[in-house]
Protein backbone atom coordinates (compact mmCIF):
# COMPACT_ATOMS: atom_id res chain seq x y z
CA UNK A 1 0.00 0.00 0.00
CA UNK A 2 2.81 2.62 0.37
CA UNK A 3 4.38 1.68 -2.70
CA UNK A 4 0.74 2.23 -4.40
CA UNK A 5 0.04 5.33 -1.70
CA UNK A 6 3.52 7.29 -2.67
CA UNK A 7 3.49 6.38 -6.66
CA UNK A 8 -0.52 8.56 -6.18
CA UNK A 9 0.66 10.70 -4.65
CA UNK A 10 3.68 12.01 -7.17
CA UNK A 11 1.24 11.15 -9.91
CA UNK A 12 -1.10 13.76 -8.02
CA UNK A 13 1.84 16.10 -7.59
CA UNK A 14 3.02 15.54 -11.11
CA UNK A 15 -0.32 15.72 -13.01
CA UNK A 16 -2.47 17.71 -10.58
CA UNK A 17 -6.46 17.64 -11.18
CA UNK A 18 -5.68 16.34 -14.95
CA UNK A 19 -4.51 13.27 -13.34
CA UNK A 20 -7.15 13.39 -10.70
CA UNK A 21 -9.50 13.87 -12.60
CA UNK A 22 -8.38 10.84 -15.62
CA UNK A 23 -9.66 7.14 -15.81
CA UNK A 24 -6.07 5.82 -14.34
CA UNK A 25 -6.37 8.63 -11.28
CA UNK A 26 -9.53 7.44 -10.36
CA UNK A 27 -8.49 3.90 -10.73
CA UNK A 28 -5.41 4.39 -8.62
CA UNK A 29 -7.37 5.99 -6.42
CA UNK A 30 -10.17 3.91 -5.74
CA UNK A 31 -7.12 0.98 -5.73
CA UNK A 32 -6.16 2.74 -2.26
CA UNK A 33 -8.78 4.36 -1.02
CA UNK A 34 -10.40 0.86 0.81
CA UNK A 35 -6.79 0.15 2.74
CA UNK A 36 -7.20 4.16 4.35
CA UNK A 37 -11.29 4.41 4.76
CA UNK A 38 -10.72 0.57 7.05
CA UNK A 39 -8.03 1.95 9.22
CA UNK A 40 -9.39 2.96 12.80
CA UNK A 41 -12.42 2.01 11.67
CA UNK A 42 -14.63 -1.02 13.05
CA UNK A 43 -17.79 -0.47 11.21
CA UNK A 44 -18.83 -3.82 9.30
CA UNK A 45 -20.29 -1.58 6.39
CA UNK A 46 -16.76 -0.54 5.37
CA UNK A 47 -15.75 -3.92 4.81
CA UNK A 48 -17.70 -3.59 1.52
CA UNK A 49 -15.49 -0.91 0.62
CA UNK A 50 -12.75 -3.39 0.37
CA UNK A 51 -14.57 -5.21 -3.00
CA UNK A 52 -13.00 -1.50 -4.34
CA UNK A 53 -9.81 -3.83 -4.85
CA UNK A 54 -10.61 -5.33 -7.37
CA UNK A 55 -10.57 -2.06 -9.00
CA UNK A 56 -6.27 -2.75 -9.37
CA UNK A 57 -6.61 -5.13 -11.86
CA UNK A 58 -8.13 -2.27 -14.32
CA UNK A 59 -4.14 -0.51 -13.32
CA UNK A 60 -3.18 -3.43 -15.86
CA UNK A 61 -5.43 -2.28 -18.51
CA UNK A 62 -2.65 0.30 -19.26
CA UNK A 63 -0.23 -2.43 -20.09
CA UNK A 64 -2.52 -4.79 -22.41
CA UNK A 65 -2.82 -3.80 -26.05
CA UNK A 66 -5.90 -5.66 -26.25
CA UNK A 67 -7.76 -4.14 -23.40
CA UNK A 68 -6.54 -0.55 -25.32
CA UNK A 69 -7.78 -2.22 -28.80
CA UNK A 70 -11.13 -2.26 -26.92
CA UNK A 71 -10.97 1.25 -25.38
CA UNK A 72 -10.38 2.24 -28.56
CA UNK A 73 -12.96 0.86 -29.89
CA UNK A 74 -15.63 1.65 -27.36
CA UNK A 75 -14.58 5.53 -28.29
CA UNK A 76 -15.07 5.47 -32.06
CA UNK A 77 -18.48 3.75 -31.66
CA UNK A 78 -19.35 6.09 -28.80
CA UNK A 79 -22.01 7.98 -30.83
CA UNK A 80 -23.76 4.66 -32.08
CA UNK A 81 -23.79 3.57 -28.30
CA UNK A 82 -25.26 6.97 -27.31
CA UNK A 83 -27.80 6.68 -29.84
CA UNK A 84 -28.81 2.99 -29.39
CA UNK A 85 -29.29 4.05 -25.91
CA UNK A 86 -31.55 6.68 -25.85
CA UNK A 87 -33.31 4.49 -29.07
CA UNK A 88 -33.80 1.45 -26.39
CA UNK A 89 -35.32 4.04 -23.91
CA UNK A 90 -37.52 5.13 -26.21
CA UNK A 91 -38.18 1.32 -27.19
CA UNK A 92 -38.95 -0.43 -23.82
CA UNK A 93 -41.32 2.63 -22.84
CA UNK A 94 -43.44 1.80 -25.64
CA UNK A 95 -43.47 -1.57 -25.12
CA UNK A 96 -44.53 -1.07 -21.77
CA UNK A 97 -47.35 1.42 -22.82
CA UNK A 98 -48.74 -0.95 -25.01
CA UNK A 99 -48.53 -4.28 -22.86
CA UNK A 100 -49.97 -2.26 -20.44
CA UNK A 101 -53.27 -1.23 -22.82
CA UNK A 102 -53.32 -5.14 -24.36
CA UNK A 103 -53.30 -6.78 -20.73
CA UNK A 104 -54.32 -4.35 -18.57
CA UNK A 105 -58.01 -4.87 -18.32
CA UNK A 106 -57.17 -9.13 -18.63
CA UNK A 107 -54.37 -8.68 -15.57
CA UNK A 108 -55.20 -6.01 -13.46
CA UNK A 109 -52.56 -6.89 -10.78
CA UNK A 110 -49.79 -7.78 -13.02
CA UNK A 111 -50.09 -4.33 -15.80
CA UNK A 112 -51.11 -2.25 -12.81
CA UNK A 113 -49.44 0.75 -14.59
CA UNK A 114 -46.74 1.29 -17.36
CA UNK A 115 -44.21 1.40 -14.56
CA UNK A 116 -45.59 -2.45 -13.43
CA UNK A 117 -44.94 -3.19 -17.52
CA UNK A 118 -41.68 -1.93 -17.25
CA UNK A 119 -40.64 -5.09 -15.95
CA UNK A 120 -42.28 -7.33 -18.78
CA UNK A 121 -40.81 -4.40 -21.71
CA UNK A 122 -37.53 -5.32 -19.92
CA UNK A 123 -37.52 -9.19 -19.75
CA UNK A 124 -39.15 -9.34 -23.18
CA UNK A 125 -36.81 -6.83 -25.36
CA UNK A 126 -34.03 -8.46 -24.03
CA UNK A 127 -35.22 -11.70 -25.04
CA UNK A 128 -34.52 -13.11 -20.80
CA UNK A 129 -38.29 -13.98 -20.97
CA UNK A 130 -38.61 -14.88 -17.06
CA UNK A 131 -41.96 -16.24 -17.85
CA UNK A 132 -43.15 -14.44 -14.28
CA UNK A 133 -45.32 -11.76 -16.45
CA UNK A 134 -46.90 -12.77 -19.75
CA UNK A 135 -50.01 -11.76 -21.72
CA UNK A 136 -52.74 -13.36 -21.87
CA UNK A 137 -54.86 -11.82 -24.37
CA UNK A 138 -54.57 -11.91 -28.05
CA UNK A 139 -53.77 -8.87 -28.84
CA UNK A 140 -51.04 -9.16 -26.17
CA UNK A 141 -49.55 -12.57 -27.12
CA UNK A 142 -49.10 -10.68 -31.20
CA UNK A 143 -47.87 -7.43 -29.45
CA UNK A 144 -44.82 -9.69 -27.81
CA UNK A 145 -44.22 -11.51 -31.04
CA UNK A 146 -43.73 -7.53 -32.59
CA UNK A 147 -41.54 -7.02 -29.17
CA UNK A 148 -39.43 -10.19 -29.46
CA UNK A 149 -38.63 -9.33 -33.13
CA UNK A 150 -37.33 -5.76 -32.28
CA UNK A 151 -35.68 -7.42 -29.21
CA UNK A 152 -33.69 -9.74 -30.98
CA UNK A 153 -32.20 -6.77 -33.01
CA UNK A 154 -31.25 -5.10 -29.76
CA UNK A 155 -29.43 -7.76 -28.91
CA UNK A 156 -27.81 -7.94 -31.91
CA UNK A 157 -26.58 -4.46 -33.01
CA UNK A 158 -24.20 -3.91 -30.00
CA UNK A 159 -22.64 -6.96 -31.05
CA UNK A 160 -22.33 -5.72 -34.42
CA UNK A 161 -21.10 -1.73 -33.39
CA UNK A 162 -18.47 -3.48 -30.96
CA UNK A 163 -17.28 -6.02 -33.89
CA UNK A 164 -16.60 -3.19 -36.05
CA UNK A 165 -14.91 -0.59 -34.22
CA UNK A 166 -12.84 -3.25 -32.69
CA UNK A 167 -11.89 -3.94 -37.00
CA UNK A 168 -11.42 -0.11 -37.13
CA UNK A 169 -9.25 -0.45 -33.86
CA UNK A 170 -7.49 -3.17 -35.48
CA UNK A 171 -6.57 -1.11 -38.50
CA UNK A 172 -5.57 1.96 -36.91
CA UNK A 173 -3.36 -0.58 -34.83
CA UNK A 174 -1.58 -1.78 -37.87
CA UNK A 175 -1.34 1.64 -39.62
CA UNK A 176 1.20 2.93 -36.86
Known amino acids: MTVFTIKYVVRLYLGGLKFAGSFFGVVDLLAILPFYLSLG ?9 RLLRLI ?5 ARYNKAIARFHRALVIAKEEFILFGFT ?14 FENEAQPEVFASVFHSLWWAIATLTTVGYGDVYP ?3 GGKVFTFLVLLV ?3 IVSVPAGLVASALSQAREMEDTN
Open 41 to 49: FDLRALRAF
Open 56 to 60: RVLKL
Open 88 to 101: TGILLFLSAVGIYH
Open 136 to 138: VTA
Open 151 to 153: GLG
